[in-house]
């Protein structure tokens, strides 16, 4: 084969699914990616992977979708996803009459975690084949955030394709054309950097990690490292979620470390 008649490597893209246990994000992956649904429920561990090679508009796609379980107990593993993303599904069961509140929730962890502002964020409402009545509190709170969103069925199929062919279109207009995504932050009234203070303090293991400093730190290290998260986390100052808490377990983790420093 001469170099004219080279086989172009596919245009790789990653993308994960995120939402609540049982709102359908695995099923939405096996139609997706193998044609096929299993009314059978298990219950992701962890992390599960699907892929599947797609045209969209004459180009190439392998799409590499990365289900990340919705129970709280694996947050520390979905965490570690969020980072190295080209795309988000956020799945929602539209027969739930509190999913804008679910939405919220998870925009707020994903931005916590995200250091890429060139993220493209699909919103997915899944099981139309239960729920006819569109929720007019999720229409608002998508059109707030200026996500794309589509009603969907894995059961069915309905609406499958033409989602994914809008999402992947999205991320190739991100990567080939340099359009800008909607920031998943940009509509929140705070900063991610009051996110990313409160992961920090929330979620390391020891006061060190909580505050940012090493095992050699003094007392001036700690006091200033303080300082600069209590800016961010102060509950009068801040409406990031969880900062009142990140704030506390900062404060103890100042103190339990002072309490250590001879200097």
């Known amino acids: 084969m001469d170099l004219h008649g080279r086989i172009k ?16 994000k695995t099923s939405i992956i096996k139609r997706f990616c193998d044609g096929r649904f299993s009314s059978k429920y298990q219950a992701t561990v ?24 919705g129970h709280p107990i694996f947050k520390i593993v979905r965490m570690e996803f969020y980072s190295n993303i080209d795309a988000v599904l956020l799945v929602y069961d539209i027969s739930n ?18 250091d890429n502002t060139s993220v493209v964020c699909v919103v997915c409402g899944n099981k139309s084949d239960k729920a006819h009545t569109p ?19 894995a059961y069915t199929g309905a609406g499958i ?6 999402l992947l279109m999205q991320v190739l207009e991100v990567h080939d054309m340099g359009r800008d995504p909607v920031a998943l932050w940009s ?10 203070a409160v992961h ?15 095992t050699r730190a003094s007392r001036d290290d700690i006091n200033r490292s303080y300082r600069r998260l209590a800016v961010l986390l102060h ?29």
């Open 9 to 24: 490597r596919p245009h790789h893209v990653r993308i994960i699914t995120v939402g609540n246990v049982e709102a359908g």
């Open 46 to 69: 962890g992390v599960d992977f699907g892929a599947t090679r797609v045209s969209v508009d004459s180009t190439e796609v392998l799409a590499n979708i990365f289900d990340l379980s």
């Open 97 to 114: 009459s509190s999913s804008s509140e679910t939405l919220e929730r998870w925009l707020n962890e994903m931005a916590q975690g995200m």
């Open 135 to 153: 929720n007019k509190e999720v229409e608002k709170w998508v059109d707030l955030h200026k996500f794309s969103h589509f009603v969907v069925s």
């Open 161 to 166: 394709h033409q989602m994914f062919q809008s």
């Open 187 to 196: 509509s929140c009234n705070y900063s991610k950097e009051e996110l990313q």
């Open 200 to 214: 920090q303090v929330r979620w390391s293991r020891s006061e060190y990690e909580k505050l940012g400093v090493d």
């Open 235 to 263: 509950p009068d100052k801040s409406t990031a979620p969880g900062c009142e808490e990140a704030f506390k377990m900062l404060a103890a983790a100042r103190t339990a470390l002072l309490k250590r420093v001879l200097h």
